[in-house]
C-alpha cells in the first residue's frame, strides 16, 4: 500500500485542517514532507474549491464561489537529492475519487466572477452534477450522455525560485495595465487576503502572500495546465526551482474535454493520487527544458468515431478578420459544435458543459495558411445515447426533460 503523506477531511474546511493546504505559489513556503526516490506515495486532495460546491440542483454556490481562495493544493513536498537544475520526474501511477464523495461537478461561471471560455455568449453561472459508477459518469443535469473518465490532476507542479517569482508577477502586471477595468481582468495578481501559505506562519506569512502568485494560470513551473491525458501510467519532468522541489497537485478531475474550455471546467472532484518521484541531475540544461515535458497516459477511452468540428480565426460577432488567431478558432470550433447539438435538444449551457467534460479532442489543424487558423473539436459520437451523425432526415430532436442548474 502507498503511504498517505497529505489526508483531508471533507468533513472539515481546508483551512481546519492541522496540516495546512496551501492556494498560493511561493518559494517560502516549507515542505509538508520529504519524498524518497522509488517509493510510493498517496496524496488526498480537496476539490479545488475546498467543498464551497455542493450537490445540489442550484448554482447559487457557482455564483457565489471566492476564487481568490482556489485552489487547494496537497503539498508542498520535498524531494530527497533534488536540487535547482533538475528534473524532477513524477511517476502518476494511480488516481481515484475519495469514498465519501463518489461525484463531481461542472459549472459556468458568472461573467463578474471569472467568466470562462465563452463567458460573452453564456454570462450566468450555471451547474451540473455527476455521478461516479466505477469508470463511468452521468449526470441528471445532462441526460443522454456516457463516459469513461480519465482522472488526473488539473493542477501539478513545483515551487518557483524568487527570480521566476518576480518575472512573472512583473510580466502579468504590465499586462492588466493595459486594461485595468476589463472584467473579467486580464489576469490574477497577487491577492493577500484569503492566501493560505501552507505552513509557513506570522509575518513571514504576510509578507510573502502580498507577492504569491495566484495559482489560477500555468506558469514555467507546471501549475494549472488541466491536461487531460496525465492520468494513470503517465510521467511528468518537472523543471526544480528551489532545493527539494517542492511538489504540490491537487484540481483533480474525473473527466475533462481539451482545452477544459468552461473554466469551473471538466467534472471536479475531491480524490487521491498516487505517486512514485525520482530526480535526473542537472536534467535542465541537459535536455534544454523550460516548462514541464510529459509522457501521457497509456490507458485511454477507446473511441474510433468522432464527429469532428473546424473553427476559423474570425470572429463570430462582427466578422473581423484575425491574423493567425488561434484562440478565435478553437471558439468558432467550440461554438460551432454547441449549435450542432442544440439541434437535438440540448441547450446552450448543457451542450457546452459536454464539451467541458467529455473526452472531446482539440487540435490545431493549420497555423501557417494566412490569415486563418483552422482548429478543430473532435466529439465521440459513442457517449451519446442516440445518433448524433448527419443524415438526410435530420437530426431528431430528444425530450431530455432536464436542464443544467441556474440562480436563484
Known sequence: MPQTVFSVDL????????????????????????????????????????GQIGNNNSAN???DVDLTRVHYL???????????????????????????SEWGFNGLFAKENGGGFLTEHYPEASKSCWDFHGIYTTSRHIPGVRYPGIIHPGLIGCLPDHKLLAEANRREAELVATDPGRVPPLAALPYADTALMGQLKGDAARKAAAEA????????????????????????????YVK?????????????????ITFCG???????????????????????VINPIFKPSPIDPHFDDYLIFEGIS?????????????????????????????????????AYMILGTAPVEGRIAGIV??????ATLAIPTAIFDFDINPNAHGPKKQDFKADVAKTS
Open 314 to 350: 474570425v470572429d463570430e460577432h462582427t466578422g473581423e478578420q484575425y491574423y493567425l488567431d488561434a484562440h478565435v478558432a478553437y471558439r468558432r470550433a467550440c461554438l460551432n459544435a454547441i449549435e450542432y447539438l442544440k439541434k437535438f435538444g440540448y441547450s446552450g449551457e448543457q
Open 213 to 240: 502568485w495566484r495559482t489560477v494560470p500555468p506558469r514555467e513551473h507546471g501549475g494549472n495546465c488541466d491536461i487531460k491525458n496525465l492520468s494513470r501510467g503517465s510521467k511528468v519532468y518537472f523543471p526544480v
Open 266 to 288: 471538466a467534472i471536479e472532484m475531491a480524490g487521491w493520487v498516487d505517486i512514485s518521484v525520482d530526480v535526473i541531475k542537472g536534467g535542465m540544461a541537459k535536455y534544454g
Open 61 to 63: 454556490d457557482v455564483r
Open 74 to 100: 496537497s503539498g508542498p513536498f520535498g524531494v530527497d537529492g533534488a536540487e535547482p537544475g533538475d528534473l524532477l520526474v513524477v511517476d502518476i501511477l494511480d488516481l481515484g475519487a475519495k469514498p465519501d
Open 11 to 50: 468533513n472539515k474546511a481546508p483551512e481546519d485542517h492541522a496540516i495546512k493546504t496551501h492556494n498560493r505559489w511561493h518559494p517560502d513556503i516549507p515542505m509538508v514532507d520529504y519524498l524518497k526516490p522509488g517509493r510510493t506515495y498517496r496524496v488526498e486532495c480537496h476539490d479545488w474549491t475546498g
Open 369 to 374: 495558411d494566412i490569415p486563418n487558423v483552422c
Open 244 to 260: 527539494g522541489g517542492g511538489l504540490s497537485m491537487g484540481d483533480i478531475h474525473f473527466s475533462q474535454g481539451d482545452g477544459e
